[in-house]
């Protein structure tokens, strides 16, 4: 009755997240298993509370008979093996930018295009975007519907888990020497990142701008409206793990504080916390490990005729990457297999 699932990237933290919101959602699997690179193959990673998963070699690994692979190895990697899980008949949902712009590969989140999986068969494989495209899209989608939404301008605050397992070792050991007196030379990030924020992830553009901003307005368009004007500035900061947004947003017509506010309210995995009071808003501490995407200081933004100011925060880790992909599972199962799980609300 339950799937064969294989989990790509499965040592890796988006990976391990993706085992954990897979046990947590008690998606309807028969068979789980772990893959990962040759050098990670027999190491043991935990699925759930009580059972462990010993690594296979993802380049030895027959798709044949998978039914949904979850993929966050890495671009390349993806590159190379999603396709030919693809063609072994397995449902690819990829984590990587490698697919995200490909026209015959729907870019999903669930809460808001669910019928871009009408797609999903012309080359069986669907993509996640980008976590900081995720929480913008999944906030503004319900304003959007409401009040089409003409131009963004976004600043993000992105943890340094969004650059991996890398990032976060970085952060820790430069934080830590700098307490001694003692310097460490950037590696993973362009500039110190302890005590600092660097404007710049991601390789750059001809433009001056960055990949990331790149993909955060591209990946927009094609989830949202590719009408919608957006501007990003994306910039790393010393936090652990979750993305924050400074958002800007100018609508077609008036959209009002409360109207906005209720809107948000009552939107699929939004979680308003917006008291204009200290401490009445959303931090990265607050949102680690939550499924939502939290919405706060919503303000009129008076300097153009219709627009409104957001502050949004989710965990990039959990709703960024892993619980996305869990949920275009569960998506695919309610809407084209076997329709083992209850219909979404």
Partial sequence: MGYVIAVAGATGAVGREIL????????PADKVTALASPRSAGKEVSFGEDKILKVEDLTRFDFTGTDIALFSPG???????????????????????????????????????????????ARNIIANPN???????????????????KRIVVATYQSVSGAGQAGMDELFSQTRKMFVNERQEPRKFTKQIAFNVVPHIDVFMPDGSTKEEWKMVQETKKI???????????????????????????????????????LLGRAPGVTVLDRREDGGYATPVDTAGE??????????????????????VSDNLRKGAALNAVQIAEELDRRYLKGVLPKAS
């Fill in 131 to 149: 976590c900081s495209t995720m929480q913008l899209v999944v906030a503004l989608k319900p304003l959007h519907d409401a009040s089409r939404i």
């Fill in 224 to 262: 949202l409206d590719p009408a919608i004007e957006v501007v990003a500035t994306c910039v790393r900061v010393p936090v652990f793990v979750g993305h924050s947004e400074a958002i800007n947003v100018e609508f077609e017509r008036h959209m009002g504080v409360s109207d906005a506010r209720d």
């Fill in 75 to 121: 671009a390349k990697v993806s590159a190379e093996y999603a396709p030919r899980a693809a063609a072994a008949g397995c449902i690819v949902i990829d984590n990587t930018s490698y697919f995200r712009m490909d026209k015959d590969v729907p870019l999903v989140v669930p809460e808001v295009n669910p019928d871009a999986l009408d797609g999903y068969p």
């Fill in 20 to 27: 954990k919101a897979l046990a947590e959602r008690k998606f």
């Fill in 291 to 312: 499924d939502a995407v939290y919405v706060s200081r919503i303000r009129m933004d008076k300097t153009v005729p219709h627009g409104l100011s957001l502050w949004v």
